[in-house]
T-cell receptor
């Protein structure tokens, strides 16, 4: 069965610094999708970044980038120039085409002013 | 384009009652998924509907059911409510195969 593991329940980073959130997953599939979602205190889940497993190039969205290591089944999220608005719960998620999305337990990120 | 809407936003019920939650997806999205979020269990997948058919199902008892209408709007029903059903219920919509899900604001259900 596919699983998604986020080993860091909480993390803190100084404003303007860089932070990396870890995620590992387990699957026997070769074609799948990986996501990072953000859930701020307002509770509205927002897609941060998406990676397709067949693409070797790491996805990037402005200050957010991923380090996708397919062989190691690792999918970490790097947030550069952290801002107060980045404070949220971050969920790593996995899916195959036409199948359900499996979420990790989440990492709560605190931004220190 | 309007986002995913969920109604009601807050709900208080007592044990044994039943409840129906509603979700309106983004226009053009045919897939609607439902999740239960609790502090202890995190985000757990309930079910997914695509073109009025249940395509995937999570590990929840039969008290949890859902349906999707021809306009892609979806409802979720929980019968014989238990205290443990208190949670934030999230709905998400997506196009057919892209799996980029867009979430609604959720319905906070409290069972007393």
């Amino acid at each position: 069965a596919q699983t998604v593991t986020q080993s860091q329940p909480e993390m803190s980073v100084q404003e303007a610094e860089t932070v990396t959130l870890s995620c590992t997953y387990d699957t026997s599939e070769s074609d799948y999708y990986l996501f990072w979602y953000k859930q701020p205190p307002s509770r509205q889940m927002i897609l941060v970044i998406r990676q397709e497993a067949y693409k070797q190039q790491n996805a990037t969205e402005n200050r957010f980038s991923v380090n996708f290591q397919k062989a190691a089944k690792s999918f970490s999220l790097k947030i550069s120039d952290s801002q107060l608005g980045d404070a949220a719960m971050y969920f790593c998620a996995y899916s195959t085409r036409d199948d359900k999305i499996i979420f990790g337990k989440g990492t709560r990120l605190h931004i220190l002013p | 384009k309007a986002g995913v809407t969920q109604t009601p936003r807050y709900l208080i019920k007592t044990r044994g009652q039943q409840v129906t939650l509603s979700c309106s997806p983004i226009s053009g999205h045919r897939s609607v998924s439902w999740y239960q979020q609790t502090p202890g269990q995190g985000l757990q997948f309930l079910f997914e509907y695509f073109s009025e058919t249940q395509r995937n199902k999570g590990n929840f008892p039969g008290r949890f059911s859902g349906r999707q209408f021809s306009n892609s709007r979806s409802e979720m029903n929980v019968s014989t409510l238990e205290l443990g059903d208190s949670a934030l219920y999230l709905c998400a919509s997506s196009r057919d195969t892209s799996h980029e899900q867009f979430f609604g604001p959720g319905t906070r259900l409290t069972v007393l």
